[in-house]
């Protein structure tokens, strides 16, 4: 059965770089079928996509915050990571890692890309 | 960018009665559209793809219809696990992928 399980520290820093891993069992994060992403929940309110990553180490991001996020992929550890500059206290949530399916709901030649595992989340607060 | 937007933002219902639910995109998303449901400090959980099609293992008491901009998940017979907060999120266009705000669905 397929987990992530995401990790790192839970206190950050104002101005400072938030860093989280996510970790893949029972499936293979190399596989061609997924994108694996990033998504945040600000306490209390509605998610927001971060980012998503192809094993291939192709990265796509939310517009909003491009200029300060990167992804990386390590197939060697199934894992992926997540780094966000600069933070402020806005940057305070709950964030997950989930997977994409990108071929795993296709009816012909329509494909239905859905995020259909999520780890359990972890709360990173920015503050000094 | 796709703005998903949700309503009502609250919902009250009592068990075992049908809580129907809407979800509208500002611009169309075919039927590129999912339904999530997140229980209190739990992560979110697909229900629905493809705009109404149930994921593996969700009961048939959930149902989603919709195409284009206008999107409604219904339930009916609502049991205490419903009681939770629901998210549409789009596919079609990225990035980014959105997500609408959320309804909340509360025991009257």
């Known amino acids: 059965q397929l987990q992530l399980q995401e990790s790192g520290p839970g206190l950050v820093k104002p101005s400072e770089t938030l860093s989280l891993t996510c970790t893949v069992s029972?499936?293979?994060?190399?596989?061609?079928?997924?994108?694996w992403g990033w998504i945040r929940q600000p306490p209390g309110k509605g998610l927001e996509w971060i980012g998503n990553i192809y094993s291939s180490g192709s990265a796509y991001y939310n517009p909003s915050l491009k200029s300060r996020v990167t992804i990386s992929v390590d197939a060697s550890k199934n894992q992926f990571s997540l780094k966000l500059s600069s933070v402020t206290a806005a940057d305070t949530a709950v964030y997950y890692c989930?997977?994409?399916?990108?071929?795993?709901?296709?009816?012909?030649?329509?494909?239905?890309?859905?995020?259909?595992?999520w780890g359990q989340g972890t709360l990173v607060t920015v503050s000094s | 960018e796709i703005v998903m937007t949700q309503s009502p933002a609250t919902l009250s219902v009592s068990p075992g009665e049908r809580a129907t639910l809407s979800c509208r995109a500002s611009?169309?998303?075919?039927?590129?559209l999912a339904w999530y449901r997140q229980k209190p400090g739990q992560a979110p959980r697909l229900l629905i793809y493809?705009?109404?099609t149930r994921a593996t293992g969700i009961p048939a008491r959930f149902s989603a219809s919709g195409s284009g901009t206008e999107f409604t998940l219904t339930i009916s017979s609502l049991q205490s696990e419903d009681f939770a907060v629901y998210y549409c999120?789009?596919?079609?266009?990225?990035?980014?992928?959105?997500f609408g705000q959320g309804t909340k669905l509360e025991i009257k």
């Open positions: 493809g705009a109404s």
């Open positions: 989930a997977r994409q399916n990108m071929y795993g709901y296709c009816s012909g030649a329509t494909c239905h890309t859905p995020f259909d595992h």
């Open positions: 029972g499936g293979s994060i190399s596989s061609s079928s997924y994108y």
């Open positions: 999120q789009q596919y079609k266009n990225w990035p980014p992928y959105t």
């Open positions: 611009q169309s998303v075919s039927s590129n």
